[in-house]
């Protein structure tokens, strides 16, 4: 049972915009810049897309971008894509060192 | 480019030990602190054990103290894991990672460990 909670699916068409939400708590998520977000496509390794909360590595597209709210932090994929279609997990680097479950993303 | 192999993976009886490797290039690994983290069939990636650049320090997920052992080789820039009283719960792709800012910003392709009778 993860510490970080995040919807199971969210979905959208090509060119729109999705949020994707990680909630914990002031102990993890609400505590310092640590939050990163990995992609994932079946069968091949996590990709870091954003870390310390809103920084996108390079290689990154800028279609990819992190923000935070109290316990809640946000990965927003804008300009939808077919090849944006994989899990994404979040992760916090305070508290527990704990995944979120996932958040499977479908395009329509 | 940074590349990160690992090997050492296969079936294993419960209670027995298997040792993970993961040669690194690419980077100076020295620089760099270096996880193991682990994936189970259908589940989301859980991180497993840290070393500190120059070995001096590990840290170690909970549920694996004190029968995991993280350990790294600068001179061969290679990390390890030994992984010794395994349980079926254990079962699971285990990937070497790089640690960058409190994130992982490579990953190997991951090695399969079974832990079954």
């Known amino acids: 049972q993860s510490a970080l909670t995040q919807p199971a699916s969210v979905s959208g068409s090509p060119g729109q915009s999705i949020t994707i939400s990680c909630t914990g708590t002031s102990s993890d998520v609400g505590s310092y810049n640590l939050v990163s977000w990995y992609q994932q496509h079946p069968g091949k390794a996590p990709k870091l897309m954003i870390y310390e909360d809103n920084k996108r590595p390079s290689g990154v597209s800028n279609r990819f971008s992190g923000s935070k709210s109290g316990n809640t932090a946000s990965l927003t994929i804008s300009g939808l894509q077919a090849e944006d279609e994989a899990d994404y997990y979040c992760?916090?680097?305070?508290?527990?060192?704990?995944f979120g479950p996932g958040t499977k993303v479908t395009v329509l | 480019e940074v590349q990160l192999v690992e090997s050492g993976g296969g079936l294993v009886q419960p209670g027995g030990s298997r040792r993970l490797s993961c040669a690194a290039s690419g980077f100076t690994f020295s620089d760099y602190y270096m996880s193991w983290a682990r994936q189970a069939p259908g589940k989301g990636p859980e991180w497993v054990a840290n070393i500190k650049p120059d070995g001096s320090e590990q840290y170690y997920m909970d549920s694996v103290k004190g029968r995991f052992t993280i350990s790294r080789d600068n001179a061969k820039n290679s990390v390890y894991l030994q992984m010794n009283s395994l349980r079926v719960d254990d079962t699971a792709l285990y990937y070497c990672?790089?640690?960058?800012?409190?994130?992982?910003?490579?990953w190997g392709q991951g090695t399969l460990v079974t832990v079954s009778s």
């Open positions: 992760y916090s680097h305070a508290g527990s060192y704990v």
């Open positions: 990672a790089r640690a960058h800012m409190s994130s992982w910003d490579n």
